[in-house]
């Protein structure tokens, strides 16, 4: 899955409105932006991935990720991919029985931009 065409995925769709069911894929892998990004963007994406998968959610990024909901940590390694270059983490989570459903509206980070086609835009203060 990804929202960019080129890529050539399977489905084209994005992370923060993932078209799954529940435990629909035994692993998915966040392999987010390489960008800087606030905790809740991690918070809504982990809980999106833990709801579609059975087994694991592995998270590959520069960004280390100590939590995400709905999950606990089975194997975490950094990893070097080169001299003079970002390390990243990569980082193996189990989603856990207590799993949340994804978020029906997204309140702050870059996802805020699909409440436009969940029918959900009111403001939240």
């Known amino acids: ?21 529940k435990n629909s894929f035994d692993a998915v892998v966040l392999d987010p932006p ?17 709801w579609i998968a059975r087994r694991y959610v592995i998270w590959f990024s520069s960004f280390a990720a100590t939590s995400l909901p709905g999950c606990s940590i089975a194997k975490w390694w950094t990893v070097l991919v080169g001299n003079d270059s970002q390390i990243r983490q990569l980082v193996f989570f189990v989603p856990t029985k207590n799993k949340l459903p ?20 009111l403001l939240l203060f």
């Open 1 to 21: 899955m990804d929202i960019d065409p080129i890529t050539r995925p399977d489905v084209i769709a994005d992370a923060w409105l993932p078209p799954f069911e």
């Open 34 to 50: 390489y960008a800087s990004f606030g905790r809740h963007a991690r918070y809504t994406l982990g809980r999106n991935a833990a």
């Open 102 to 121: 994804p978020e029906k509206r997204i309140a702050r980070g870059p996802g805020m931009r699909y409440n436009k086609w969940t029918g959900e835009n």
